[in-house]
């Protein structure tokens, strides 16, 4: 991928029973600086394995109490705009619940808005199906998941996350986007970039944050690896948390 000019650069980690097999980077985090890619320091976007930092969270909180995965949406978020249909914390999390996916280009905003300005841009819109009854996987499910734990809980969502799972698990170079995510602000941060047919050019600016829950964390290749290692090892959840969390959803 480096040599074919395919990727700027990436790391890799591979683990067996617990332990490093191969850990190593490949090419360059910023191509006019010439940083070379580093596994354990090199901090990329981690996209939609933040959804697995969330379900962990999630979990956490049904363990305490704090939720549960089958009440009402509502139950947690009233001011919601009310639909044809009810749906739970669960559908939510398994992209049952019926919320539509990213139109155009939505994937990529760069507007400062938090989890709860985020709803904004799909709140209005009716379901794309009924609750329970088909699939579509999407982040404004997490979104809204993130949302109802927010409101739940009592703090911020973020805070919650760094309290309960990233601090217990040592995921230290694992943390939200900041408001200006370029490499120039955050330390050891990759440049992004985009494929062009002659190479590669910096990508437009967008701002993450309220879509923390479903794609917005930032970590480096030795986290994730962590992380994944946490979920192999069931790490701070007890076994029937782990077993309602990993269970597949039966649609109609």
């Not at 992209?95 to 709140?123: C, P, V, W």
């Not at 120039?184 to 829950?213: D, R």
Request: glycine share 8%; net charge neutral.
């Amino acid at each position: 991928l480096i040599t074919d000019k395919k990727v700027p650069g990436l790391a890799i980690t591979i683990m067996d029973n617990g332990g490093k097999v191969l850990q190593k980077g490949y090419g360059f985090a910023d191509l006019e600086n010439r940083d070379k890619v580093d596994p354990k320091r090199t901090v990329f976007r981690i996209a939609s394995i933040s959804k697995c930092i969330t379900g962990l969270a999630l979990g956490k909180m049904v363990e305490d109490g704090i939720v549960d995965l089958d009440e009402s949406f509502y139950t947690y978020v009233p001011y919601y705009p009310k639909k044809k249909y009810d749906f739970t914390l669960r559908q939510l999390a398994s992209h049952t619940a019926g919320i539509r996916g990213y139109r155009g280009k939505e994937y990529a905003l760069n507007q400062n808005y938090s989890i709860k300005d985020g709803m904004e841009i799909f709140k209005n819109d009716p379901l794309f199906f009924e609750p329970g009854t088909s699939y579509l996987y999407n982040s404004f499910d997490f979104v809204l998941l993130s949302l109802a734990m927010q409101e739940a809980s009592g703090i911020s969502f973020q805070q919650y996350i760094k309290d309960t799972i990233l601090m217990p698990l040592g995921l230290e170079t694992t943390f939200p986007p900041q408001k200006d995510v370029s490499s120039s602000t955050v330390e050891n941060i990759a440049q992004f970039y985009t494929k062009k047919a002659l190479g590669f050019k910096e990508a437009v600016e967008v701002n993450n944050t309220y879509k923390l829950a479903g794609g917005g964390y930032l970590s480096t290749c030795d986290d994730v690896a962590q992380l994944g290692q946490a979920i192999l090892e069931r790490k701070l959840l007890k076994a029937a948390i782990y077993d309602e969390l990993l269970a597949s959803q039966i649609i109609d």
